[in-house]
């Protein structure tokens, strides 16, 4: 099953990262819990509200709320579907298309504050309309920190065939699939479903090996004046006219955030050293992020933590760099950490 392994082997001692399930490996009847979850606050239902023109006050007037049945704003139902969905597409990553939703069912409210985790169920699996997918029938439910079903979804979706996804026809070596059990995107849950699995160990890091983070991300000029903006940066030249520059400092915490597929299970950055940005980058342009790992030891105040160094490099478009940093943090050792309290 080469889809419940997260990275493909694209050279010597280097990989990609890689998501999601080949229709292949889907079977009726696995239930996976997705990771991580999301806590929605009372501004994530506001702006979702206000940003779609909804004119529902429940969603954003605490004062009308407070005179109803909920006492406070509502969660708007559209965004717990966006988040739940968005929460499960590590598993749902070879996801063509959605057919179609059969049924969104709101079984209990959602507030500002409540945490949501995502668990699909597959219901179907058939064949798609061409050679190249599957049919895949899903039951989504949303459950918030109290264990408590929120919501329902049931979908169809095409699923690409195992060596028919776009980036490995583009890329024939992301079909090498490294099945090594450091690798593995799921672990098993103690009522037998797969929960998936965020980042990798301080054991599982060798120094020397490389990492190809992805997806890449596109960095707009909106995207990168509105965190200029939250950040009070008030030089113009980040947030007005038609030749925005891209903010330096986002661009550095983009390309960070970049890694964390792979880092995921960090316990905080120690540190930022030998920072470059040979050029700016373009409005609209795509960075994609490459770590190389370096010096490893054990913390000597921490014993269930270790120090990794790693080197990353961000290149544009044109393939020139953009960004490159040395970077030192702390992560769990394996076995360890707060992953079996929370559900991890």
């Given at each position: 099953?080469?889809?419940?392994?997260?990275?493909?082997?694209?050279?010597?001692?280097?990989?990609?990262?890689?998501?999601?399930?080949?229709?292949?490996?889907?079977?009726?009847?696995?239930?996976?819990?997705?990771?991580?979850?999301?806590?929605?606050t009372?501004?994530?239902?506001?702006?979702?509200?206000?940003?779609?023109?909804?004119?529902?006050?429940?969603?954003?007037?605490?004062?009308?709320?407070?005179?109803?049945?909920?006492?406070?704003?509502?969660?708007?139902?559209?965004?717990?579907?966006?988040?739940?969905?968005?929460?499960?597409?590590?598993?749902?990553?070879?996801?063509?298309?959605?057919?179609?939703f059969?049924?969104?069912?709101?079984?209990?409210?959602?507030?500002?504050?409540?945490?949501?985790?995502?668990?699909?169920?597959?219901t179907?699996c058939?064949?798609?309309r061409?050679?190249?997918?599957?049919l895949?029938?899903?039951?989504?439910?949303g459950?918030n920190?109290?264990?408590?079903?929120?919501?329902?979804?049931?979908?169809?979706?095409?699923?690409?065939?195992?060596?028919?996804?776009?980036?490995?026809?583009?890329?024939?070596?992301?079909?090498?699939?490294?099945?090594?059990?450091?690798?593995?995107?799921?672990?098993?849950g103690?009522?037998?479903?797969?929960?998936?699995?965020?980042?990798?160990?301080?054991e599982?890091?060798?120094?020397?090996?490389?990492?190809?983070?992805?997806?890449?991300?596109?960095?707009?000029?909106?995207?990168?004046?509105?965190?200029?903006?939250?950040?009070?940066?008030?030089?113009?030249?980040?947030?007005?006219g038609?030749?925005?520059?891209?903010?330096?400092?986002f661009?550095?915490?983009?390309?960070?955030?970049?890694?964390t597929?792979?880092?995921?299970?960090?316990?905080?950055?120690?540190?930022?050293?030998?920072?470059?940005?040979?050029?700016?980058?373009?409005?609209?342009?795509?960075?994609?992020?490459?770590?190389?790992?370096?010096?490893?030891?054990?913390?000597?105040?921490?014993?269930?933590?270790?120090?990794?160094?790693?080197?990353?490099?961000a290149?544009?478009?044109?393939?020139?760099?953009?960004?490159?940093?040395?970077?030192?943090?702390?992560i769990?050792?394996?076995?360890?950490?707060?992953?079996?309290?929370?559900?991890?």
């Amino acid at each position: 099953m080469s889809g419940l392994y997260g990275y493909a082997r694209t050279g010597d001692r280097v990989f990609r990262e890689r998501f999601g399930l080949d229709f292949e490996d889907f079977a009726v009847g696995q239930v996976f819990n997705h990771r991580p979850g999301v806590t929605v606050t009372q501004q994530d239902n506001a702006d979702e509200a206000l940003d779609t023109i909804n004119n529902a006050q429940l969603h954003y007037d605490q004062h009308y709320a407070s005179a109803t049945e909920w006492r406070k704003p509502l969660g708007v139902s559209t965004m717990t579907l966006q988040r739940l969905i968005g929460m499960s597409s590590r598993t749902f990553y070879r996801r063509r298309r959605f057919v179609d939703f059969r049924g969104i069912a709101m079984t209990h409210p959602v507030f500002g504050g409540d945490t949501l985790y995502a668990r699909s169920r597959i219901t179907s699996c058939g064949d798609g309309r061409d050679a190249d997918t599957g049919l895949v029938g899903v039951t989504l439910e949303g459950v918030n920190q109290a264990g408590t079903i929120v919501a329902t979804i049931t979908y169809r979706a095409e699923v690409y065939r195992r060596g028919r996804h776009p980036e490995e026809v583009a890329d024939r070596r992301l079909l090498e699939v490294a099945e090594e059990p450091r690798f593995r995107l799921f672990h098993p849950g103690e009522d037998g479903s797969l929960i998936e699995q965020c980042g990798l160990y301080y054991e599982d890091f060798i120094p020397g090996e490389t990492f190809e983070h992805w997806p890449p991300k596109t960095i707009s000029a909106p995207e990168s004046a509105s965190h200029a903006l939250r950040s009070l940066e008030i030089n113009p030249r980040y947030t007005l006219g038609d030749d925005v520059a891209i903010f330096e400092p986002f661009v550095l915490g983009a390309v960070t955030a970049l890694t964390t597929r792979t880092f995921g299970r960090v316990v905080a950055n120690l540190g930022w050293t030998d920072i470059e940005m040979p050029r700016q980058v373009t409005p609209g342009e795509s960075v994609r992020a490459v770590s190389v790992i370096g010096e490893k030891r054990e913390s000597a105040r921490r014993p269930t933590q270790g120090i990794v160094q790693a080197v990353t490099t961000a290149r544009g478009d044109d393939g020139t760099v953009v960004c490159r940093f040395r970077r030192a943090f702390l992560i769990y050792k394996a076995g360890v950490g707060p992953y079996a309290a929370a559900g991890y």
